[in-house]
């Protein structure tokens, strides 16, 4: 993402001391919440538990799945010695984490500043994460979440841009409206990697003209644009940079519209809390304070991972709470 993980790591870890933040936490699953330890230690039955419970509800399960194989990475092996291949909650978490565990060993850095060493270490745990991903999506067909993993692992596999648009295409067969895949497709699409900010922008469009309502995707549509002020440079962005972006009367309108798609019947979703950091931000660069307060309001001492404050930020949690700040919070 423009910085090295390594030195992303340490600046969050700064970041965290001087701001009380939490990165990464900006959702709602109150039970995901409490099995993490368990699975940062290398226990994994809680975490199956969550993922089984998850079948009917793919959002739900496409944030345990990402979440729980973030925590499970460091014990990918020992995971991959208890792993049932003919349960594909257990082949998706396997495979999540290979992904999770791959995109550790590259880092965050565009491809010029990865060394060759790393990459060959990057592709070869990558591999071992097709197998499991592919064999969840045989084992439960209808859910669209092995599919989002593969998009990470396509990306970084570096397939064409053909085969990763049918990964996309199976995903929004299974599921049109997944937020968590929406946010993938907006990496493979982005300027670094497989796309441009054109096609990037054009997507924000997209979610819009979707008309999806009651449903905090339409809140992605920031993030597009946030991904644009992002990936101009190897550094983050500028504040300048993201009110020029957000101050664009097309992209200006974009937000309003989401704010209204939104608000008409919203239901509880896991990933409210981003949805209200993103359009908080959002407005917030476009000058309108007041609606930024509404939405912060919602939010607390968890930010994302990356968008918003990543945008124009290697401190994000310190840019979040000076926003708060300004906007009387």
Known sequence: MGIDRALQAAVTGVDRCASRTRPGNAWDDPELAAS????RKGRFTMA??????????????????ETLAAAAASHVEALAAQTDYDNPD?????????????WK?????YARYVGSD????????????????????VLFPEDPVPWNHLQW?????????????RMWAELQQRDPTLFAGHQTRIQVIAGKWKGSPREVADFAAEIIAQGVTGNPLVALAATAHFENVFTGSDEAGTDEQARQAFCVPEVAEQIHQADKLWADHPRPHPY??????????????????ARARDHLAHTDRRIPRIHPW????????????RVRKKVAL
């Open 272 to 289: 409210d809390p981003e949805a209200h950091h993103l359009l908080g931000a959002a407005f917030y660069y476009i000058g309108d304070y």
């Open 118 to 137: 790393r990459f060959q270490r990057f592709w070869a745990e990558l591999e071992l994460a097709r197998e499991p991903l592919q064999r969840a999506a």
């Open 36 to 39: 993490l330890r368990k699975v």
């Open 153 to 165: 692992y396509g990306l970084g596999i570096q397939v064409g841009r053909q085969e990763l648009d």
């Open 90 to 102: 257990a082949c998706l978490l396997l495979g999540a984490a290979r992904i999770s565990n791959a």
């Open 48 to 65: 199956l538990r969550l993922l089984a419970e998850a079948r009917t509800d793919f959002e739900r399960r496409a944030l345990r799945a």
């Open 105 to 109: 060993i590259r880092g965050g850095s």
């Open 310 to 321: 990543m945008a124009t930020s290697v401190f994000p949690g310190l840019t979040y709470l």
